[in-house]
């Protein structure tokens, strides 16, 4: 029997006799997902009754579902999160305290933070992230999924001090998770946008690797995703060797494997969308505004506003050039008017 399967998960209502072959894509099979493709069958019994083709439910797979590789799935954290907004939100309305009091832009004054999508802001991009992680562990799954040694840090400590037994049983606190992402970025000088790349790294390896991130992974995880994250979007790379010097009793050798293993459980799949990277970013901002982690607001100054539509110029004359390298086009006499490029005028 030959099966010709594209786009579908299989799910197999027998426990033995299976054998196939295969040429690529997954297949959920016996509480693990296989690759799969066009598969040969053979030999399949089930209670010494051959089994045929009606035997077998095909549900699409849909992949578009995967937050880190598509713009229009949320975010896993931002779903974490959840739980814990609402519980705020009752002990607001049963307590009577209302919210922060909040600037507002007017006619004559600007608020704004020092915190754009092109350009974040360090400390409060940590900030966040460091909450999405800790949402990520207080909220995980009772079930749990699969674990993986290499994360485990019993059998690969990042110190010499002694790992307690219940490590595995107190989740870590959010300052907890800022300490050691900032001490990490800091000492490497990371830039902001490597936390963000870090966060979708982090949701990719729990969804491809079906893995749950608790008090005893998040700290070799969060290591495995700075340092895939440094490699790939930073211009100077940070070597395996730097980070044993910021973590001064782990080897060159454990580097090497958490970063080797890390890139096979990600499918090698290091790419990460602008379009992914900008859902990532609003999310993070939507997590600290109901989170009260909001960046102070500034009135916008002659200075900054001067240097925001510097920046703004830059991108317009990115554009443009790109518009003059495309094809050009005749324009008909309905469309003589173009778009014209005004320059903006500060008071």
């Known amino acids: 029997l030959f099966l010709s399967l594209t786009c579908c998960a299989v799910s197999l209502f027998i426990s033995s006799g299976v054998s196939f072959s295969t040429n690529g894509y997954a297949v959920h099979y016996e509480g693990n997902w ?47 999160s959840q739980p814990d907004v609402r519980e705020k939100r009752k002990s607001l309305f049963i307590n009577h305290h209302g919210s922060r009091r909040r600037k507002h832009s007017s006619c004559s004054t600007i608020f704004l933070d020092d915190n754009t999508v092109s350009q974040p802001n360090l400390k409060f991009t940590i900030k966040c992230v460091s909450l999405a992680i800790y949402y990520h562990i207080k909220n995980r799954d009772t079930d749990g999924g699969m674990q993986q040694d290499i994360f485990d840090e019993k059998l690969h400590p990042l110190s010499k001090s002694e790992v307690p037994s219940d490590y595995d049983k107190h989740n870590p606190e959010q300052k907890q998770i800022y300490r050691f992402v900032r001490t990490l970025f800091s000492a490497a000088q990371l830039t902001a946008e490597c936390a963000i790349v870090t966060l979708v790294y982090v949701e990719r390896l729990l969804t491809y690797a079906d893995i749950d991130i608790g008090p005893g992974n998040w700290k070799r995880m969060l290591l495995g995703a700075i340092l895939l994250a440094s490699k790939v979007w ?50 993070l901002r939507s997590l600290s505004e109901t ?44 469309n003589l008017v173009g778009v014209r490029w005004v320059p903006a005028i500060l008071s």
């Open 34 to 80: 296989v690759p799969f493709g066009t598969y040969t069958i053979v030999d399949i019994t089930y209670n010494d009754i051959p089994v045929t083709d009606s035997d077998f439910i095909f549900t699409e797979l849909n992949m578009e579902y995967n937050p880190s590789d598509h713009p229009r799935a949320s975010t896993i954290f931002l779903s974490k």
């Open 291 to 334: 989170n009260n982690l909001s960046f102070p607001l500034e009135p916008l100054s002659q200075d900054k506003a001067q240097r925001l539509e510097a920046i703004s110029r830059l991108c317009d004359d990115k554009y443009k050039d790109a518009r003059r390298a495309g094809k050009k086009r005749s324009a008909s006499v309905d």
């Open 234 to 283: 930073d211009d100077q790379a940070v070597w395996n060797v730097d980070y044993c010097q910021i973590l001064k009793d782990i080897t060159v050798e454990d580097m090497n494997e958490l970063e080797r293993q890390f890139l096979e459980l990600l499918q090698f799949n290091i790419n990460v969308p602008s379009s992914v990277y900008a859902k990532y970013y609003f999310d």
